[in-house]
């Protein structure tokens, strides 16, 4: 089936600790996103990639790396200098064109915590 | 600059209507959405409209939109306690571009 796949679902963070949060798509999707949801925030854009080998900053990249250096692949790490990491992450990807009415795809999610 | 508001919460009992309500800035806005986000999970895209639509409905939804007051709103017909959730609201001007997102309106359905 096609879609979007994030793991882990949960993870654990200790301090000073960067951990790397995983997505992957088989859409052939040409962009991919990541948001990061806090309660009663609703999302927050981290980074964005509209092509391979390229990434912009979204609203709150502090603290945060990205790479995209497989069309299909949009890891995230969370490093040691963001001090709030707790949060539920959502990685997205969408297609340009018409057709594709820029509808992002979103994966499940993976809930990070701080031990 | 971008900004979509929407109110936090909305209580409705079985079998009655809802509406979620959004409004939005950026007028060069080409498709407008609504996402559904169930406990736990990611956002599942419910519907959409492309911004020289008034409205659009897909079976127990319809979105209006009146563009001239940046106004969009989702009606949920018969709505059921598995309609609880909560919905967002997001903007997009095209292209690959990322999409803006309300804060998101936290539905409850009593039975």
């Known amino acids: 089936d096609g879609g979007i796949t994030q793991s882990p679902k949960y993870l654990f963070r200790k301090e000073g600790q960067n951990v790397t949060l995983s997505c992957e798509q088989n859409?052939?999707?040409?962009?991919m996103y990541w948001y990061r949801q806090d309660p009663g925030q609703g999302l927050r854009l981290i980074y964005y990639?509209?092509?391979?080998?390229?990434?912009q900053k979204g609203d709150i990249a502090e603290g945060y790396s990205v790479s995209r250096e497989k069309k299909e692949s949009f890891p995230l790490t969370v490093t040691s200098a963001q001090k709030n990491p707790t949060a539920f992450y959502l990685c997205?990807?969408?297609?340009?064109?018409?057709?594709?009415?820029?509808?992002?795809?979103f994966g499940a999610g993976t809930r990070l915590s701080v031990l | 600059g971008e900004d979509v508001e929407q109110s936090l919460f909305l209580s409705v009992r079985e079998g009655d209507s809802s509406v979620i309500n959004c409004t939005y800035t950026d007028s060069s806005s080409t498709y407008l959405y609504w996402y559904k986000q169930e406990p736990g999970a990611g956002l599942q895209l419910l519907t959409y409209?492309?911004?020289?639509?008034d409205m659009k409905q897909d079976q127990r939804l319809t979105v209006l939109l009146n563009k001239k007051d940046k106004h969009l709103s989702l009606r949920i017909a018969d709505t059921q306690t598995g309609d609880s959730a909560i919905y967002f609201c997001?903007?997009?001007?095209?292209?690959?571009?990322?999409?803006?997102f309300g804060k998101g309106t936290r539905l409850s359905v009593i039975a």
């Open positions: 997205a990807s969408s297609t340009r064109g018409e057709v594709a009415k820029n509808i992002q795809y």
């Open positions: 409209i492309f911004s020289n639509m």
């Open positions: 859409l052939n999707h040409d962009a």
């Open positions: 997001a903007e997009s001007i095209g292209g690959n571009t990322p999409l803006v």
């Open positions: 990639s509209q092509i391979v080998n390229d990434f």
